[in-house]
């Protein structure tokens, strides 16, 4: 039997003989497709050929014809009718009843639309006239594989932008309409509610808009869940093109049903996306409707669901940030723009900003794949602007952001000091708010300020803490002197008097300090709803991963530096201990998130707090295992550049350290510290260089992977500019005697290819001054021209080309005449 042709083959065995396919084999891959359209014995046209087959009654013929359409078009676009025959040939093959042709027409009309695109000034219109309705004819294909591919083959005209505009708002529309009618088949409006999901995010705004009504309809859709489902996946895709009026006026009592629905992975696609949704609202209605629904979500009876949330916690956290009282923000690419402040402002006043006012100073943050990108974590917020609706809205010049929303409590121990040598009197609106909050605070809050207090003594120096605590001391000041002023007494008629509206105002005092009244600083911050900064600290509970998540703490770590930058750095006493805690937490992969972003928190808390509270974590992760110290190395020059000049000079003992690794074929460590030290090495004298750098370099230049040796090398030559550059000739010399000892006169070829290459790299870099060079280096590397190895004599080669262009400026050096010569001889 094995001898003996199947069925397939023999068909194929009589095709290639009685219909032409002389060139095709059993797998028809690899192969010119065209073949069919050469002369044989029947005297047609190759536009007659295309035809027999293209219509042929064998459905092999016409799925050839399909796959090769492109190579067809390439053959007969030289004339235009005949393109134009083919093109019309392809409408006809698209009523094809055998749905492999049709398929394999789609999947061949993307790579036609780019050919046409590319030859457009000969061809305007032929795509948009025979292609494009064929795709949308697909659309409602009765084949299930025919509508699959005609959607993918959309999708991806939609990315290049080989369909325009206008074909897409009359011809593509109109048919997604008419498939997600209520009246429609079920499989339909399923796939069209998807690619109408997918589709928003490539149209304009006034596409989406006519879709708008529609997809509110399609989220009540109280008979097929599976709609229900695709609308809440992409339900932030719609809010963020449509905009903030249309989400809150259309979209938002649709998206509190959904986040109610029966079924649970309806509530999760909602969670999934609520960090989206809450980026295209209003701050107000994030704060008061948005919030409460997502806690729903969180105390959600679904683990799923309550998974969801808690993933996306952070990430919501993140919308509430202010760029205009933060002063740092992060934008989409990594780039942190600070936005720089009077003195004023940091004691928390507000001012308009003017033109000087708003530069911006750029720092770019190195990310990796494996840190959190906090891109992810913010919000693409326009920074100006909003600095300037601030600075308009809050008019009160006593404004201070970081502790509450609304004017800060003010030193009133003068005006009390008169109120005791006068009468009762009536007191106006503002003096009764101020008062209020004054009278709630009993002894147990008293005592708790005064712990906030001590807490924040030690971070004195930041001026964000400083305005802090001239608030809260303020405000025991007052308390206290209130205190006194009753133990003299007061008239019982004034008590009697404001009685009613001192005990309504004292509910709204208490409950904005009543934080006070059950922890020290972690809960002191009105930046966000507190139930959401109390459901995030919640993350790092080990009962949460054993009832939601095991990787909760994960995705605490993941998301903290986004919510550090959301409350600011006169917040962090609300993070610290949870930081900690993550800190030391018993799976490595949470330990190597936090070192991956620790220096994006640096940047944040900025040098005081880094060096009170990051500093002691960053030395652990120094001794952690290599999957976290790797993310403490490949940012460490980010994070040394933050900390004071006596403090960063301590690591240069623990550099060595790196060298150091669990498992010594992990050669990606060792290259990551090469590169790190190019960076860092102006962040030391030229003295702690060639001590402590040095020998590091010298190591890592004999190292088993020839990535690490050249990235090495690189190394070496930096130090040796930075040497020159600080006027350290005499180190610079002892460096370059032990380059030669080293190299040059290394018995392994390896080595001594090593010693060109520096010399090179030294040349075109202009490391040092070209008569040292020549006096010092050239007539070693001159003896290496003579290398019995050829990979050392090419690099020595390059060396002396990039010495040789510098010949006119070293004429009087008598060595440099020779090396052009002796180079000639060996060529």
Request: hydrophobic fraction near 40%.
């Given at each position: 039997m094995s001898?003996?042709l199947?069925?397939?083959q023999?068909s194929?065995f009589?095709?290639?003989r009685?219909?032409g396919?002389?060139d095709?084999?059993?797998e028809?891959d690899?192969?010119r497709?065209?073949?069919f359209l050469?002369?044989?014995?029947?005297n047609?046209?190759?536009?007659?050929?295309?035809?027999?087959?293209?219509f042929?009654?064998?459905?092999?013929?016409r799925q050839?014809?399909?796959?090769?359409?492109?190579d067809?078009?390439?053959?007969?676009?030289?004339?235009?009718?005949?393109f134009?025959s083919?093109?019309?040939?392809v409408?006809?093959?698209?009523?094809?009843?055998?749905p492999?042709v049709r398929?394999?027409?789609?999947?061949?009309?993307?790579?036609?639309?780019?050919?046409?695109h590319?030859?457009q000034?000969n061809?305007?219109?032929a795509?948009?006239?025979?292609?494009v309705?064929i795709?949308v004819?697909?659309?409602?294909?009765?084949?299930?594989q025919?509508?699959?591919?005609?959607?993918?083959?959309?999708?991806?005209?939609l990315?290049?932008?080989?369909i325009c505009k206008?074909d897409?708002e009359?011809k593509v529309?109109?048919?997604?309409?008419d498939?997600?009618?209520?009246?429609?088949?079920d499989d339909?409006?399923i796939?069209a509610?998807?690619?109408?999901?997918?589709?928003?995010?490539?149209?304009?705004?006034?596409t989406v808009?006519?879709l708008?009504?529609?997809?509110?309809?399609?989220c009540s859709?109280?008979?097929?869940?599976?709609?229900?489902?695709?609308?809440a996946a992409?339900?932030g895709?719609?809010?963020?093109?449509?905009?903030?009026?249309?989400?809150?006026?259309?979209?938002?009592?649709?998206f509190?049903?959904?986040?109610?629905d029966?079924l649970w992975?309806?509530r999760?696609?909602c969670?999934?996306?609520?960090?989206i949704?809450s980026?295209s609202?209003?701050?107000?209605?994030?704060?008061t409707?948005l919030?409460?629904?997502f806690?729903s979500l969180?105390?959600?009876?679904?683990?799923?669901?309550?998974?969801?949330?808690?993933?996306s916690?952070g990430?919501?956290?993140?919308?509430?940030a202010?760029?205009?009282?933060?002063?740092?923000?992060?934008?989409?690419?990594g780039?942190?723009?600070e936005?720089?402040t009077?003195p004023?402002?940091?004691?928390?006043?507000?001012?308009?900003p003017t033109a000087?006012?708003?530069?911006?100073?750029?720092t770019?943050l190195a990310?990796?794949?494996?840190?959190?990108t906090?891109s992810?974590?913010?919000p693409?917020?326009?920074?100006f602007?909003?600095?300037?609706?601030s600075?308009?809205e809050?008019?009160d010049?006593?404004f201070n952001s970081?502790?509450y929303?609304r004017p800060?409590l003010v030193d009133i121990s003068q005006?009390l000091e008169?109120?005791?040598?006068?009468g009762p009197r009536?007191r106006t609106?503002?003096?009764?708010?101020e008062?209020?909050?004054?009278?709630?605070?009993?002894?147990?809050?008293?005592?708790?300020?005064?712990?906030?207090?001590d807490?924040l003594?030690?971070?004195?120096?930041d001026?964000d803490v400083?305005a802090?605590?001239q608030?809260?001391?303020?405000a025991?000041?007052a308390?206290?002197?209130?205190s006194?002023?009753?133990?003299?007494?007061?008239s019982?008629?004034?008590s009697e008097e404001?009685?009613?509206?001192?005990?309504?105002s004292?509910?709204e005092?208490?409950s904005?300090?009543?934080?006070l009244?059950h922890?020290c600083?972690?809960?002191?911050?009105?930046?966000?709803?507190?139930q959401l900064?109390?459901?995030?600290?919640?993350?790092?509970?080990?009962?949460?991963?054993?009832t939601?998540?095991t990787?909760?703490?994960?995705?605490?770590?993941?998301?903290?530096?986004?919510?550090?930058?959301?409350?600011?750095?006169?917040?962090?006493?609300?993070?610290?201990?949870?930081?900690?805690?993550?800190?030391t937490?018993?799976q490595w992969k949470v330990?190597r998130t936090?070192a991956f972003?620790i220096?994006?928190l640096?940047?944040?808390?900025?040098d005081?707090l880094?060096?009170?509270?990051?500093?002691?974590?960053?030395?652990g992760f120094?001794?952690d295992?290599?999957?976290v110290?790797?993310?403490?190395?490949?940012?460490?020059?980010?994070?040394?550049?933050?900390?004071h000049?006596?403090?960063?000079r301590e690591y240069?003992y623990q550099?060595q350290?790196?060298m150091?690794?669990d498992?010594?074929r992990?050669?990606?460590f060792?290259?990551?510290?090469a590169?790190?030290?190019i960076?860092i090495?102006?962040?030391?004298?030229?003295?702690?260089v060639y001590?402590?750098?040095?020998q590091?370099?010298?190591?890592?230049?004999s190292?088993k992977?020839?990535e690490v040796?050249w990235?090495?090398?690189?190394l070496?030559?930096?130090?040796?500019q930075?040497?020159?550059?600080c006027?350290?000739?005499?180190l610079?010399?002892n460096?370059?005697?032990?380059?030669?000892?080293r190299?040059?006169?290394?018995?392994?070829?390896?080595?001594?290819?090593?010693f060109?290459f520096?010399?090179?790299?030294i040349?075109?870099?202009d490391c040092?001054?070209?008569?040292?060079?020549?006096q010092?280096?050239l007539?070693?590397l001159l003896?290496?021209?003579?290398d019995p190895?050829?990979?050392?004599?090419v690099?020595?080669?390059?060396a002396?080309?990039q010495?040789?262009e510098?010949r006119?400026?070293l004429s009087?050096v008598?060595?440099?005449?020779?090396?052009p010569k002796?180079f000639?001889q060996r060529?």
């Amino acid at each position: 039997m094995s001898n003996q042709l199947n069925l397939p083959q023999l068909s194929f065995f009589f095709l290639s003989r009685k219909v032409g396919f002389d060139d095709y084999g059993s797998e028809c891959d690899g192969i010119r497709i065209t073949a069919f359209l050469d002369a044989g014995r029947d005297n047609l046209t190759p536009l007659g050929r295309l035809e027999k087959y293209a219509f042929s009654e064998n459905v092999f013929n016409r799925q050839i014809v399909a796959r090769g359409l492109l190579d067809v078009l390439r053959e007969f676009s030289d004339n235009e009718n005949d393109f134009i025959s083919v093109m019309e040939t392809v409408a006809r093959m698209s009523e094809d009843g055998e749905p492999t042709v049709r398929a394999e027409l789609m999947e061949q009309v993307p790579n036609i639309a780019m050919f046409l695109h590319e030859s457009q000034p000969n061809f305007p219109a032929a795509f948009s006239r025979y292609l494009v309705p064929i795709v949308v004819h697909y659309l409602t294909d009765p084949n299930n594989q025919v509508r699959k591919t005609s959607q993918a083959a959309l999708l991806v005209l939609l990315e290049q932008g080989l369909i325009c505009k206008g074909d897409m708002e009359t011809k593509v529309c109109p048919v997604l309409l008419d498939l997600t009618e209520p009246s429609s088949d079920d499989d339909y409006k399923i796939e069209a509610v998807a690619i109408m999901c997918k589709l928003v995010t490539m149209l304009s705004k006034e596409t989406v808009e006519q879709l708008l009504q529609r997809f509110c309809e399609l989220c009540s859709d109280a008979r097929l869940f599976q709609v229900r489902k695709v609308c809440a996946a992409n339900f932030g895709e719609f809010c963020s093109i449509v905009g903030r009026d249309a989400t809150e006026k259309l979209l938002m009592s649709k998206f509190f049903d959904l986040c109610s629905d029966s079924l649970w992975g309806i509530r999760k696609a909602c969670a999934d996306c609520f960090m989206i949704v809450s980026n295209s609202t209003s701050p107000e209605v994030r704060r008061t409707k948005l919030s409460p629904l997502f806690s729903s979500l969180i105390s959600d009876q679904s683990r799923w669901v309550r998974q969801a949330a808690f993933q996306s916690l952070g990430r919501f956290i993140s919308t509430f940030a202010n760029p205009s009282s933060m002063g740092l923000y992060f934008k989409e690419d990594g780039t942190l723009l600070e936005v720089p402040t009077c003195p004023s402002d940091r004691l928390g006043h507000k001012h308009k900003p003017t033109a000087k006012h708003t530069h911006c100073h750029r720092t770019t943050l190195a990310s990796s794949p494996h840190s959190p990108t906090l891109s992810h974590l913010l919000p693409h917020v326009d920074i100006f602007p909003d600095i300037e609706s601030s600075s308009t809205e809050q008019t009160d010049q006593n404004f201070n952001s970081f502790l509450y929303w609304r004017p800060p409590l003010v030193d009133i121990s003068q005006e009390l000091e008169m109120l005791k040598g006068q009468g009762p009197r009536t007191r106006t609106e503002g003096e009764k708010e101020e008062e209020v909050v004054v009278s709630s605070l009993d002894p147990a809050t008293c005592s708790q300020i005064q712990k906030v207090l001590d807490c924040l003594q030690p971070h004195m120096d930041d001026p964000d803490v400083q305005a802090q605590v001239q608030v809260l001391s303020a405000a025991l000041k007052a308390a206290q002197l209130e205190s006194q002023s009753e133990e003299e007494g007061e008239s019982k008629s004034q008590s009697e008097e404001e009685g009613q509206s001192e005990s309504q105002s004292e509910e709204e005092g208490q409950s904005e300090i009543t934080s006070l009244n059950h922890s020290c600083p972690p809960l002191l911050q009105n930046v966000i709803p507190q139930q959401l900064l109390d459901q995030y600290l919640s993350m790092t509970d080990p009962a949460q991963a054993q009832t939601v998540d095991t990787e909760i703490a994960k995705h605490c770590a993941f998301s903290l530096p986004g919510v550090a930058l959301t409350l600011g750095r006169q917040n962090w006493h609300c993070l610290k201990d949870t930081y900690e805690t993550l800190a030391t937490d018993v799976q490595w992969k949470v330990r190597r998130t936090l070192a991956f972003s620790i220096h994006d928190l640096a940047l944040i808390l900025g040098d005081q707090l880094t060096a009170a509270d990051l500093v002691p974590i960053f030395n652990g992760f120094l001794k952690d295992l290599d999957e976290v110290r790797i993310g403490v190395l490949k940012h460490l020059y980010d994070f040394l550049k933050l900390l004071h000049a006596e403090n960063r000079r301590e690591y240069l003992y623990q550099l060595q350290e790196f060298m150091v690794t669990d498992n010594s074929r992990n050669w990606r460590f060792r290259y990551q510290l090469a590169e790190q030290l190019i960076l860092i090495m102006e962040l030391y004298s030229h003295d702690d260089v060639y001590n402590y750098l040095r020998q590091i370099a010298l190591t890592l230049c004999s190292d088993k992977v020839s990535e690490v040796r050249w990235i090495s090398y690189q190394l070496v030559v930096e130090i040796l500019q930075k040497m020159y550059a600080c006027g350290a000739h005499e180190l610079g010399l002892n460096f370059s005697n032990e380059l030669i000892i080293r190299f040059c006169h290394c018995p392994k070829w390896v080595g001594r290819q090593a010693f060109a290459f520096i010399c090179q790299a030294i040349v075109e870099e202009d490391c040092m001054p070209m008569d040292q060079f020549a006096q010092h280096l050239l007539p070693s590397l001159l003896s290496l021209s003579l290398d019995p190895v050829a990979n050392v004599r090419v690099l020595v080669a390059k060396a002396l080309r990039q010495t040789n262009e510098l010949r006119c400026e070293l004429s009087p050096v008598s060595d440099m005449r020779q090396p052009p010569k002796c180079f000639k001889q060996r060529a």
